[in-house]
């Protein structure tokens, strides 16, 4: 038997003008989740989502982002960080060194509101659902012409994402 071991700067790096991620672990290594470095740019907002069947685990490694991991009292279309939850919570800015925790089911989001780059551990089980998804995203991302939302709104139902508030970029 033998393990894995990705060296800092290693991995498979997908990259585009608004987004960056590298595959740290993939369904090919593991059978409980995959892996990767997410930096998210000034500006990003996932917009608040939910999976039916995932579970996600983030850990802010550089910087800090506005992150929310509940489901509130009402859902609205709206920004997401006015959301409270009925035990009082709200979103809340994080900073190093920070984990998030998401079951499946609950409602979640991050985004860059600084003016420098964030950097964050994800993973997400069962692999290898979001490796696929970033595969299929950098392609849409890196295809000529304006950004075709509504190819990401298709993709990310395909891949168990219900999208509850809209994802946003800095241009």
Do not use: K
């Given at each position: 038997m033998?393990g894995l071991l990705?060296?800092?700067?290693?991995g498979?790096n997908?990259r585009?003008?608004?987004?960056?991620v590298?595959f740290k672990?993939?369904?090919?290594?593991s059978?409980?989740?995959?892996?990767?470095?997410?930096?998210?740019?000034p500006?990003f907002?996932?917009?608040?989502?939910?999976?039916t069947n995932?579970e996600e685990?983030f850990?802010?490694?550089?910087?800090?982002?506005e992150v929310?991991?509940?489901?509130p009292?009402?859902?609205?279309s709206?920004d997401?960080?006015?959301?409270?939850a009925a035990d009082g919570r709200?979103?809340v800015?994080?900073?190093?060194g920070?984990?998030?925790v998401v079951p499946?089911?609950?409602?979640h989001?991050?985004?860059?509101?600084?003016g420098?780059?964030?950097?964050?551990?994800?993973q997400?089980?069962p692999?290898?659902?979001h490796?696929?998804?970033f595969?299929e995203l950098f392609?849409i991302?890196?295809?000529?012409?304006?950004l075709?939302?509504?190819?990401?709104?298709?993709l990310?139902?395909r891949y168990?994402?219900?999208?509850l508030?809209?994802m946003?970029h800095?241009?």
């Open positions: 033998t990705v060296p800092p700067g290693h498979r997908l585009s003008a608004v987004q960056e590298t672990v993939t369904g090919e290594h059978n409980v989740a995959s892996c990767f470095e997410v930096v998210v740019p500006g907002d996932v917009g608040a989502h939910v999976h995932s685990f850990y802010i490694l550089d910087g800090e982002l929310m991991a509940f489901e009292r009402v859902r609205t709206s997401w960080r006015t959301w409270h709200r979103p800015t994080a900073g190093e920070t984990v998030i499946p089911g609950c409602p989001a991050f985004a860059n509101r600084s420098s780059p964030a950097r964050m551990f994800f997400a089980s692999p290898p659902d490796e696929r998804y595969e392609a991302l890196n295809s000529p012409g304006p075709d939302h509504e190819a990401i709104a298709d990310r139902i168990d994402i219900e999208q508030t809209p946003r800095a241009t």
